[in-house]
Nanobody
Framework: VQLQASGGGLVQAGGSLRLSCSASGRTFTTYVMGWFRQAPGKEREFVAAISRSGGGSYYADSVKGRFTIARDNAKNTVYLQMNTLKPEDTAVYYC???????????????WGQGTQVTVSS
C-alpha cells in the first residue's frame, strides 16, 4: 500500500488542523492505521492508531482528549483531527499502516512521506 499524507500547516496555539492520509490499492480495510510524529532532534513517537473497521482507537497520553483519529474505508483515507494545538505538537506527522491487529504494539509495515505541522505560541 502507498500512503500520502496531507493537511499540515502553520497554526496558532489553541487552533485546529485536520490531517488526511490517502491509501492506494483495494486492501485498505486489511490494515490498522496509525499516526506518528517526529519533532526536530527527537525520536519519532506514536500518536494514535485505529482498527481496521474504525471501531477501536488508541492514543498517546500527550494527545488524548485533543486529537481524534478516524477512517473512511470507502475513501481509503484516515484522518487525524487535532484540536487545542500546542507548540509542543510541532512536528512532521506521518501516517502508517500495519497488518497486525494490535493497536498498542507491532511494527508498521508502510509509511507515508510526512506532513509538517507547526504550532506558533
Amino acid at each position: 500500500v502507498q500512503l500520502q499524507a496531507s493537511g499540515g500547516g502553520l497554526v496558532q496555539a489553541g487552533g485546529s488542523l485536520r490531517l488526511s492520509c490517502s491509501a492506494s490499492g483495494r486492501t485498505f480495510t486489511t490494515y490498522v492505521m496509525g499516526w506518528f510524529r517526529q519533532a526536530p532532534g527527537k525520536e519519532r513517537e506514536f500518536v494514535a492508531a485505529i482498527s481496521r473497521s474504525g471501531g477501536g482507537s488508541y492514543y498517546a497520553d500527550s494527545v488524548k482528549g485533543r486529537f481524534t483519529i478516524a477512517r473512511d474505508n470507502a475513501k481509503n483515507t484516515v484522518y487525524l483531527q487535532m484540536n487545542t494545538l500546542k507548540p509542543e505538537d510541532t512536528a512532521v506527522y506521518y501516517c502508517a499502516a500495519k497488518t497486525s491487529l494490535s493497536l498498542t504494539s507491532g511494527t508498521y509495515n508502510y509509511w507515508g512521506q510526512g506532513t509538517q505541522v507547526t504550532v506558533s505560541s
